[in-house]
C-alpha cells in the first residue's frame, strides 16, 4: 500500500484508539496498523475497519515481552516498507499487582520491576525492533507516551515510585536513542509526549480531585498530541512536550 503509515502500540481502546480515529480521518495516512496484545478487533477496531477498509491493520505486539516486539516488527516489514508515525502508548500504572505508592513503607521491589518492564523497557525495545522501518529519506516520527510525573523538575508533590521511575527511565532511554538516530537517521524525530490527564482506565482512578477543564477525553488528547507532532522539527527531537506544545522539563 503507497502513501504514509502509522503504526499506533496500544490502539485498541483509550487514546491510543482516539488515535486511530484521527489518523483515519485524514486521507494523507493511507494506512493505519492498531497494535494491541492479542490484536483481536474490538468492537470499535471492527466498525472503523468496516468504515475504512484495508486502510485499517492489526498486528500483536505486547511491549512486555521482547520476542513479540520483535516478532510484530519483522511482520509489519513484510507488509510495508517504511513507517512514517509510530506512537507508543502502552503504559501500566495500576492493576496486575500494581498500585501507586503513597509512602516509601510501600515500595515494593516486584511492582518497580513491573513498572519498569512496561513503561521504560517496553518502550526502547519498540524503538529498537521499528527504527529500521522509520530510517529513510522522508520525514518520520517515533514518539512515546510518557507522563509529567515522570519529570524529576517538575516532581514537587511525592509519592507514585514505581510510576515516577519508571517514566523518568522511559524519558532518558528515548533521549539516548534520539542522540544517537538523529547522526545515523536525520529525518527521524524523536519524542516524549505528556497527553495531560485523560478518560482511560489509566487515570480512573485517581482523578478525582482533578478539575473539569483539565480532563480531556481520550479524542482531544489525540487531537492535540497529533497537532504537536506535526509542528516537530529536526530541532524537536530528544525532547519532551505536552499536549498544549510546551516543553517539560526533565
Given at each position: 500500500?503507497?502513501?504514509?503509515?502509522?503504526?499506533?502500540?496500544?490502539?485498541?481502546?483509550?487514546?491510543?484508539?482516539?488515535?486511530?480515529?484521527?489518523?483515519?480521518?485524514?486521507?494523507?495516512?493511507?494506512?493505519?496498523?492498531?497494535?494491541?496484545?492479542?490484536?483481536i478487533e474490538t468492537a470499535e477496531l471492527t466498525a472503523l475497519?468496516?468504515?475504512?477498509?484495508?486502510?485499517?491493520?492489526?498486528?500483536?505486539?505486547?511491549?512486555?515481552?521482547?520476542?513479540?516486539?520483535?516478532?510484530?516488527?519483522?511482520?509489519?516489514?513484510?507488509?510495508?516498507?517504511?513507517?512514517?508515525?509510530?506512537?507508543?502508548?502502552?503504559?501500566?500504572?495500576?492493576?496486575?499487582?500494581?498500585?501507586?505508592?503513597?509512602?516509601?513503607?510501600?515500595?515494593?521491589?516486584?511492582?518497580?520491576?513491573?513498572?519498569?518492564?512496561?513503561?521504560?523497557?517496553?518502550?526502547?525495545?519498540?524503538?529498537?525492533?521499528?527504527?529500521?522501518?522509520?530510517?529513510?529519506?522522508?520525514?518520520?516520527?517515533?514518539?512515546?507516551?510518557?507522563?509529567?510525573?515522570?519529570?524529576?523538575?517538575?516532581?514537587?508533590?511525592?509519592?507514585?515510585?514505581?510510576?515516577?521511575?519508571?517514566?523518568?527511565?522511559?524519558?532518558?532511554?528515548?533521549?539516548?536513542?534520539?542522540?544517537?538516530?538523529?547522526?545515523?537517521?536525520?529525518?527521524?524525530?524523536?519524542?516524549?509526549?505528556?497527553?495531560?490527564?485523560?478518560?482511560?482506565?489509566?487515570?480512573?482512578?485517581?482523578?478525582?480531585?482533578?478539575?473539569?477543564?483539565?480532563?480531556?477525553?481520550?479524542?482531544?488528547?489525540?487531537?492535540?498530541?497529533?497537532?504537536?507532532?506535526?509542528?516537530?522539527?529536526?530541532?524537536?527531537?530528544?525532547?519532551?512536550?505536552?499536549?498544549?506544545?510546551?516543553?517539560?522539563?526533565?
Open positions: 500500500m503507497q502513501g504514509l503509515h502509522a503504526l499506533i502500540v496500544g490502539g485498541s481502546r483509550g487514546i491510543g484508539l482516539a488515535l486511530v480515529e484521527a489518523l483515519l480521518a485524514d486521507p494523507q495516512w493511507a494506512c493505519v496498523t492498531a497494535a494491541s496484545r492479542s490484536a475497519k468496516t468504515e475504512h477498509g484495508e486502510r485499517l491493520q492489526t498486528l500483536a505486539l505486547d511491549v512486555g515481552s521482547e520476542a513479540s516486539v520483535e516478532q510484530a516488527a519483522t511482520a509489519l516489514r513484510a507488509r510495508h516498507p517504511a513507517l512514517h508515525l509510530l506512537i507508543n502508548t502502552a503504559g501500566l500504572l495500576h492493576g496486575e499487582g500494581l498500585s501507586p505508592e503513597r509512602r516509601l513503607a510501600d515500595v515494593q521491589s516486584e511492582q518497580l520491576l513491573r513498572s519498569y518492564a512496561i513503561n521504560a523497557v517496553g518502550p526502547i525495545l519498540v524503538a529498537r525492533h521499528f527504527q529500521p522501518l522509520l530510517s529513510h529519506d522522508a520525514r518520520a516520527v517515533l514518539a512515546t507516551l510518557s507522563a509529567r510525573v515522570g519529570s524529576i523538575g517538575d516532581n514537587r508533590l511525592g509519592g507514585w515510585y514505581a510510576y515516577r521511575a519508571a517514566k523518568a527511565a522511559q524519558n532518558q532511554l528515548m533521549h539516548t536513542a534520539a542522540i544517537e538516530l538523529a547522526r545515523r537517521s536525520p529525518k527521524l524525530i524523536c519524542v516524549s509526549l505528556h497527553p495531560g490527564t485523560v478518560e482511560t482506565g489509566l487515570s480512573a482512578p485517581f482523578r478525582g480531585n482533578v478539575s473539569a477543564d483539565k480532563l480531556f477525553p481520550p479524542a482531544f488528547a489525540a487531537e492535540r498530541l497529533l497537532a504537536v507532532i506535526a509542528g516537530l522539527s529536526r530541532e524537536s527531537s530528544g525532547r519532551f512536550y505536552a499536549w498544549d506544545g510546551r516543553e517539560v522539563p526533565w
